[in-house]
């Protein structure tokens, strides 16, 4: 599990979507963080525990060059 140190002003979803280049995890995320529930906006130093979570990415079938 990686650890973050915040720095202030930061929302935890852009720390989220920064390091997994997803928000799908968001919640997943949270479980970690309960310390961080109620805390919109995080403070320099505030702890986001990262576990490690496979993002699965979305493709989209092209069914033709000229749709």
């Not at 852009?14 to 997803?22: C, E, G, I, L, P």
């Not at 529930?37 to 069914?63: C, W």
Request: hydrophobic content about 35%.
């Amino acid at each position: 599990m990686n650890r973050y140190v915040s720095k202030d002003g930061e929302r935890l979803d852009q720390v989220v979507y920064a390091h997994y280049k997803s928000l799908d995890v968001f919640n997943s995320v949270m479980e970690f963080n309960k310390h961080l529930q109620n805390k919109p906006i995080l403070s320099a130093g505030d702890v986001v525990y990262l576990p490690e979570i496979e993002v699965q990415t979305k493709v989209k079938e092209l069914k033709s060059l000229w749709n």
